[in-house]
């Protein structure tokens, strides 16, 4: 029987304010994967992560790669019990717009029970959670009651090749486990523990629409050649059809899964209000595909995004200019099976098909993932729900999300365990997002969790 972990509780209640410290330290580094002039931070950044497992007690090193290190760490002392594999991500988006932060986003500042700065959720102190729980056990108890792995990457945020090149690699060698531990996601609501099975894909693609060898005057010229950005528009337009909400990509939902009966029942069922949620956003209603609830088309349904559209003159006043090229970033979310280098190719060709004439257009696939659905049953998925039971008062529910952690599937195929996603945020957290914040109640809870998940796992 698992003891009740109140030795470590008692210890992580005492010394809670000092793990905050300490993760503020931990974000007041701009480890900014996406910009490369932030490469010495995002190297600065890993080392503060391997003194932080080291400082714990367990064996830390920096796994050298192409890009960004790794950081892993193990402490393999509790023979004959399970593994866990504790995997997190000390890398973080951009923060701009800057001036909509009501402080610098790399200086922390506590607001309440809300810690805000860049990277408090996503995935700074959803992970650090981890390393606090696990430290805390071992400066309790001088011994962990299972064997513990850590594998933190600096490039989630983009792309992530370094990580999946590594574990590909390693085939389970290294980081052979009995589970695979995610704290990078959110609650189904504030006081709702809640455990992810179904993550989504991604196909990001770059375009680019060329005209004239130089912007031109839209007088002289307008009419007599094709506008670039117009050619941008239509194509754009071609995408999304707006009155169903269906994805106009020809071929785009063949290899897609259906939402199976019990899930569409599950779904229903969850507290969902639509008002509070258009609320909470500044929005009048929502908008999506047909014949789908806004809960299926956002964890369960592809979807198909413009994130940036650009081109022309963008300053104040008038200039009559027709613009020599135009550009988007359009995001793809998938799910199974849809495979991401296909829907890539599919959506070449179709821009291709549509692109009007008189203007040259390119397509450039960015990153990708799969979609992912893991299996949540097992002794240790049951561990992890009572442990959640333990400190949250209430039994997790199963849902899925939109947003893609692309090693995760990577993960379920070479490691073939179970894969907790176990998200200690909160769905108004404003990951990549101004103002991003993570509660400083579920950083404690999230340790606190951690802990009972350790002590419950070694009698699983
Ligand atoms: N932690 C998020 C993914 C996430 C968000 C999962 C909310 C569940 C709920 C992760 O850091 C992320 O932002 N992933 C990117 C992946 C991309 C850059 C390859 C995403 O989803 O956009
Ligand atoms: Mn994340
Ligand atoms: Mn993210």
Known sequence: MATDSGDVLTRVENEQADYL???????????????????????????FVNEKLAGAGLAAELL??????????????????????????????????????RNPPFEPTVEGDLLVARGATDDKGQSFAHIKAVAAILAERGE??????????????SGGESIETFVRSDGGGKLACDAVVVSDSSMYAPGQPSLLYGLKGLAYMELRVDGPNRDLHSGTFGGAVANPANALAHIVSRLLDSETGKVMIPGFYDAVVELEDWERKAFAQLPHDEKAYCAELGLEQTFGEDGYSTLERAWARPTCDVNGIFGGYQGE????????????????????????????RLFTEHVQAVAPPGVRVTVKPNHGAAAVLVDAKGPIVEAAMAAQEDVWGKRPVLIREGGSIPIVGTFAEVLSVPILLMGFGLSDDRLHSPNEKFNISHFYNGIRTTVRLLDRAADA
């Open 64 to 101: 050298d790669t192409d890009r960004y290190p790794l950081v892993y760490a193990e402490w393999l002392g509790a023979e004959g019990k399970p593994t866990l594999l504790f995997y997190g991500h000390y890398d973080v988006q951009p923060p701009d717009p800057l001036e909509e932060w």
């Open 21 to 47: 410290e300490e993760l503020k330290d931990y974000l007041r580094i701009p480890s900014i994967s996406t910009d490369p002039g932030y490469a010495d931070e995002v190297g600065r950044c890993a080392q």
């Open 144 to 157: 962990l009651p299972v064997n513990v792995k850590f594998l933190i990457e600096g490039e989630e945020e």
């Open 317 to 344: 006043g008038a200039k009559t200019v027709l613009p020599a090229w135009a550009g988007a970033k359009v995001s793809m979310r998938l799910v199974p099976n849809q495979d991401p280098e296909t829907v890539a």
